[in-house]
C-alpha cells in the first residue's frame, strides 16, 4: 500500500503561482502512474494532470494545459505539481492518487478517470482570489 499526503496550497492572487507536493510513503513501482484531480464546492472531481513516476508520459486537462506542470522526483518518492497563470476557477481542494493499474497494462495510456485511481491523498486546498 501506498500513503500519498498533499502540501502547498493556499491563497494567491490571479495571474499568480503554486507549487503543490505530493509525498508518498510505502511501496511504489516506476511502472505507477500517478494524477492529481481537483474538487471545487458542488462540483464533482475533475482530472487535471497524470504522469508515470519514470515521468516518461504526461497528460493534462485541457483546462490546464498549458499553465500547469507536473513531475516527479524519484530520490524524494514525490510528486509536483506546478501551478502557473492561475486563474480563479482553478479554486478547488486539490488531491494526488495512484492508477490502480501499473501504466503498461493500460496499454501504455494514461486515466483521467478518478475510478482509476486509489489510495487518495486528504487534499490541499487552492484558493485564487480575482
Known amino acids: 500500500q501506498v500513503q500519498l499526503v498533499e502540501s502547498g496550497g493556499g491563497l494567491v492572487q490571479a495571474g499568480g503561482s503554486l507549487r503543490l507536493s505530493c509525498a508518498a510513503s510505502?511501496?511504489?513501482?516506476?511502472?505507477?502512474?500517478m494524477g492529481w484531480f481537483r474538487q471545487a464546492p458542488g462540483k464533482e472531481r475533475e482530472f487535471v494532470a497524470a504522469?508515470?513516476?519514470?515521468?516518461?508520459?504526461?497528460y493534462y486537462s485541457d483546462s490546464v494545459k498549458g499553465r500547469f506542470t507536473i513531475s516527479t522526483d524519484n530520490a524524494k518518492n514525490t510528486m509536483y505539481l506546478q501551478m502557473n497563470s492561475l486563474k480563479p476557477e482553478d479554486t478547488a481542494i486539490y488531491y494526488c492518487?495512484?492508477?490502480?493499474?501499473?501504466?503498461?497494462?493500460?496499454?501504455?495510456?494514461?486515466?483521467?478517470?478518478?475510478?482509476?485511481?486509489?489510495?487518495w491523498g486528504q487534499g490541499t486546498q487552492v484558493t485564487v482570489s480575482s
Open positions: 510505502g511501496r511504489t513501482f516506476s511502472g505507477d502512474a
Open positions: 504522469i508515470t513516476w519514470r515521468a516518461d508520459s504526461t
Open positions: 492518487a495512484r492508477d490502480r493499474q501499473i501504466y503498461y497494462r493500460r496499454g501504455n495510456r494514461l486515466s483521467s478517470r478518478p475510478a482509476d485511481y486509489e489510495s
